[in-house]
């Protein structure tokens, strides 16, 4: 194969099928992608979830991940924040003509461990290859399919008057780490994503406690924008105490010098949990018996002082409304 | 909302919301759509085909069709190619700044409009918006799932020797469409682009005819680099009659003007049947009562005689290999 990725590996023909067995099959072969049909047969009952996300990231490598381990997560996230078990996942890679084989291979790796490390298979795929400037590098769409185990499912419409509510972990490391090394920053302290499948954690979680309500992950727009959608799809009042939301030192500094709010940046490996106060205990000590939990704590409680609002208690005891995210803060975050 | 895609509708924050409201749920709403989770909650049970396609087409709009009901189209029938009725499509929108909203939401409607068409939701999407000049205005995932009715289910390795090859229409259209339309020429007389959702066409003929062995489109590569696929799978020889595979005479013209083999070229709305010679004429009967299969004919027979090979009979009786594409012959086609 060439060293630069070729518009012939798109067309379909022999070029394309080269590339599909000796680099795609290679990392992300199984049993039903190895046959090449049209579409995947899979077995599958009851109550399934499915997510879609495209992911556009710049710089296509980052410290923590890289666009290939990214979409694998992002998808299985969104899947198991529905109280599932991921199974399978699709992917559709549109490539740059011109993109260096090695970034490619290296992407697809990296997709394929994350794959294995998560669970799930690669069952179908498309390849597209566009002339060089129709776009930027590589984007790549994954769609993730898996059994639903929680019943009720969790909604954001469901949280409640008196929940308690968790995150996994410190916010706004992924979108920090993502606009640093865009930039070319270099910030005193190494920041990276957090970029994870957490299916594993919420399978347990939700098999352990049924009483979840929410579980959603604050990607794009952050903590603040995902709990300003589920305070007004469930019509409550999200009370949060500043000083209980973690954000490592580093994330701290490197947002006070780019004038970012870290609770409006993205997350690729945390998850907001809300659920009645009386679990909350309990939901924190599964969260924190793995490693992608371990400083989960709880931020806030369900009120139902100005329903549909997010409300901060600060450091000084003053209260300040936390908006939704308006417009644009960090294009091709993920 | 802006008369161009902003960055900002791709945020996350209220402007995506305001996006995903007032266009997308207008056109694709539907129950499950509607309650925005970052996952569909959907019932299906036994065995589910899925397949996953980018589309990054351009023009984006073109006589017969655009990227909206394409995209709609070329997934939907990946799905019934195994025999599957599909039932739920997932979008994924990846959309260029500045691009006109006047055309998104053309091509949205479009999107809705063929999905009702083919009897499938719209379960779930993600909306991107890379800053001007990452992608080529518009790039659209679809991942569709569907229930196989067909046992066994057709597969590119099940074609036998003795077996019948037939295609639902005529060879070409989209490709030259396509191609015509992003170079400005002029044809003598207008084509148009075959795309079109074969399903209820192919879900009557598999319940009619579950003795199918292969069911396929023609799509990137054309019939002859599908057929080679299927030849080499089946490990069988297909012959092919070159005066009975239809082409339309405007077709036929344009390809001789640009030094383009039809039997190449891509095809957004036809597929190849291939079964047992003795239900061949059952099938065309059920093929040509659909208006999407009235130009169906028999092409060919699969023999023993150059396993793996396509071998087309020329009108004046010469033999000669119909290879596969090696390389790209038309970039963006779909």
Do not use: W
């Not at 490619?104 to 566009?130: C, F, N, P, W, Y």
């Not at 769409?141 to 995150?167: C, F, K, M, Q, Y």
């Not at 997010?310 to 003053?318: A, E, I, M, S, W």
């Amino acid at each position: 194969m060439s060293d630069k990725v070729l518009l012939d590996y798109g067309s379909g023909g022999r070029a394309s099928q080269r590339l599909i067995s000796d680099l795609f099959l290679k990392y992300l072969g199984n049993d039903e992608l190895d046959r090449l049909n049209d579409a995947a047969v899979l077995n599958l009952s009851g109550r399934i979830a499915m997510s879609t996300d495209s992911f556009t990231v710049d710089p296509i490598f980052f410290p923590g991940g890289d666009i290939g381990s990214l979409a694998v997560h992002g998808t299985v996230n969104d899947v198991a924040m529905m109280g599932a078990v991921p199974r399978y996942i699709t992917c559709g890679y549109i490539i740059e003509e011109g993109l260096p084989m090695a970034d490619l291979e290296r992407i697809v790796q990296s997709m394929g461990e994350a794959a294995r490390h998560a669970g799930v298979k690669v069952v179908t795929g498309d390849t597209k290859v566009v002339p060089k400037g129709a776009c930027d590098k590589i984007f790549i769409n994954t769609t993730g399919i898996g059994e639903i185990i929680a019943d009720p499912t969790p909604s954001g419409d469901a949280a409640r008057v008196g929940d308690a509510v968790l995150v996994s972990g410190t916010m706004g490391d992924h979108g920090l780490t993502v606009l640093g090394t865009r930039e070319g920053l270099d910030f005193e302290a190494k920041v990276q994503s957090d970029s994870a499948a957490l299916n594993h954690l919420l399978v347990k979680l939700v098999r352990e406690l049924p009483e979840v309500h929410v579980l959603r992950d604050p990607t794009r727009g952050g903590l603040a924008t995902t709990l300003n959608e589920i305070t007004k799809s469930s019509n409550v009042c999200c009370e949060l105490t500043e000083t209980s939301i973690p954000v490592r030192p580093e994330v701290k500094g490197g947002c006070s010098i780019l004038g970012l709010d870290p609770l409006y940046l993205a997350n690729e490996g945390k998850f907001i949990c809300i659920l009645p106060g009386e679990y909350a205990d309990k939901a924190l000590e599964i969260m924190r018996a793995d490693p992608l939990g371990q400083d989960a704590c709880r931020i806030g409680t369900m009120t139902d002082a100005n329903p549909g609002k997010v409300v901060l208690v600060t450091q000084l005891g003053g209260k300040r409304l936390l908006g939704m995210l308006e417009g644009e803060q960090l294009p091709r975050i993920c």
